[in-house]
């Protein structure tokens, strides 16, 4: 079993920068992909960006070119650097990891970022 703790939420204007943090209890060895989602008050849990074991990256449209997705794996962690923040990005945040064997789908506590405008 992995866990998975996140850090780096909070309240912040329009405009303005926040890092979240994920980390991993444990390293990965096998294929595996993280990521982050969000979700806002009454609507559905979305995937904002995702990073695999090849490195290979993908963002959902309404995040691209204002957040970056990134791993250290020394640390086993994954960061989402997000710049530009807008109130329609107000959510709570979900870090995700997917173990492909043994399988694992294991989720983070959540944590809340909430924007100003």
């Known amino acids: 079993q992995v866990q998975l703790v996140e850090s780096g939420g909070g309240l912040v204007q329009s405009g303005g920068s926040l890092r979240l943090s994920c980390a991993a209890s444990?390293?990965?060895?096998?294929?595996?992909?993280m990521a982050w989602y969000r979700q806002a008050p009454g609507k559905q849990r979305e995937l904002v960006a995702r990073?695999?074991?090849?490195?290979?990256?993908n963002y959902a449209d309404s995040v691209k070119g204002r957040f970056t997705i990134s791993r250290d794996n020394a640390k086993n962690t994954v960061y989402l650097q997000m710049n530009s923040l807008k109130p329609e990005d107000t959510a709570v945040y979900y870090c995700?990891?997917?173990?492909?064997?043994?399988?694992?789908?294991?989720w983070g506590q959540g944590t809340q970022v909430t924007v100003s405008s």
């Open positions: 995700n990891l997917v173990i492909s064997f043994p399988p694992v789908n294991a």
């Open positions: 444990r390293t990965i060895l096998s294929n595996y992909h």
């Open positions: 990073i695999d074991r090849g490195g290979s990256i």
